[in-house]
């Protein structure tokens, strides 16, 4: 796996290294693939809104990104950056409160859906 660019500055990976636990390594086999290679193909994803499987040969394999991507869910690593960041932000008042929401998600609706309808995702699937 040879890398030809960052996604990341040094500096950026800084405060972002401390929020992802590492993998738990087991008796044998190989070394886990770090951390910033995980993170980095993760964001070349997010970045270009490509397919995993289209991820470039320079990153790890589509499927180790994306599982470190579910272990850090799991581990609850994305919260604890999101807070970490926006304390940092806070602390140097560069948050305005008073334009902030307490919900970020959303939810389409489709016009005329039934309200007991199953959404269009769920379709098909074991339910």
Known sequence: MKRSTSELTDQQWAHIE???PS???GKGGP??????????GI??????GARWRDLPEHYPSP????????YWEEQGAWLKAWRKFLRALDQQSRLNWEESFSD?????????GSVLEKPSGVRGRNG
């Open 18 to 20: 401390p929020c992802l």
């Open 23 to 25: 993998l738990p390594r």
């Open 31 to 40: 070394k886990p693939i770090s951390n910033r290679a995980c993170f980095e």
């Open 43 to 48: 964001l070349w994803v997010l970045r270009s």
């Open 63 to 70: 499927s180790t990104c994306w599982r470190r991507l579910q």
């Open 104 to 112: 970020g998600s959303f939810a389409p609706a489709k016009k005329g």
